[in-house]
Nanobody, 115 residues
């Protein structure tokens, strides 16, 4: 069983920055693919960024020059640094962990980009 707890969301002005964190309770964290997804009202959930255990990353094309995913395996934590935020980045952001063939989700943290 894996539990994921996100933090770091909030209200930020356009052009601002936020750093999301997600702490995992699962074992073998360093072996698992970790991800950040988001869901805006009326839209399907979409992948924002993923990172493998070896540090290989992939991004949604609209965020790849502004967001950075990273992980600290010693702390069982994955981060999402979000810079130059835009109103269209407003969504609930979810952390995911792919663990032994199953994807686990956190409860989500809300990010609102507005002036």
């Amino acid at each position: 069983q894996v539990q994921l707890v996100e933090s770091g969301g909030g209200l930020v002005q356009p052009g601002g920055s936020l750093r999301l964190s997600c702490v995992s309770s699962g074992s073998d964290f360093s072996l698992d693919v970790m991800g950040w997804y988001r869901q805006a009202p009326g839209n399907p959930r979409e992948m924002v960024a993923i990172i493998t255990g070896g540090g290989i990353t992939d991004y949604l094309n609209t965020v790849e020059t502004r967001f950075a995913i990273s992980r600290d395996n010693a702390k069982n934590t994955v981060y999402l640094q979000m810079n130059s935020l835009k109103p269209e980045d407003t969504a609930v952001y979810y952390c995911s962990q792919d663990h032994f063939g199953r994807r686990y989700w956190g409860q989500g943290t809300r990010v609102t980009v507005s002036s």
